[in-house]
């Protein structure tokens, strides 16, 4: 499996960014989740969806102002951010899960796109 994240960019705070992961190479019928790492920190959970997209979760950080979907005809996850806030600062990872179970832990997931990152000015 290959993953293309793009849609990063440089924004002032209270705006909006839409992250995109293209997925290559396997039938899109994967879990896929976002993390984030910001200089200095850890990479953290920011939210996951199951293979239909009828199943999703978020980090209690950005829970009501980030929206994750998918279009599974083409094999794209989405991760659309409003009201961002500097603290989203971040290089924002895509990856792929065989399973939505423990969809919060970077060890679940077994594919990861390259990275896209996003800049929230104050």
């Known amino acids: 499996v290959q993953l293309q994240a793009s849609g990063g960019g440089l924004v002032q705070a209270g705006g909006s960014l839409r992250l995109s992961c293209a997925a290559s190479g396997r039938t899109f019928t994967l879990a896929m989740g976002w993390f984030r790492q910001a200089p200095g920190k850890e990479r953290e959970f920011v939210s996951a969806i199951n293979w239909s997209g009828a199943t999703t979760n978020y980090a209690a950080s950005v829970k009501g102002r980030f929206t994750i979907s998918r279009d599974n005809a083409k094999n794209t996850v989405y991760l659309q951010m409003n009201s961002l806030k500097p603290e989203d600062t971040a290089v924002y990872y895509c990856?792929?899960?065989?399973?939505?179970?423990?969809?919060?832990?970077?060890?679940?997931?077994?594919?990861w796109g390259q990275g896209t990152l996003v800049t929230v000015s104050s």
């Open positions: 990856a792929t899960s065989p399973y939505y179970r423990n969809y919060a832990w970077s060890s679940s997931y077994d594919y």
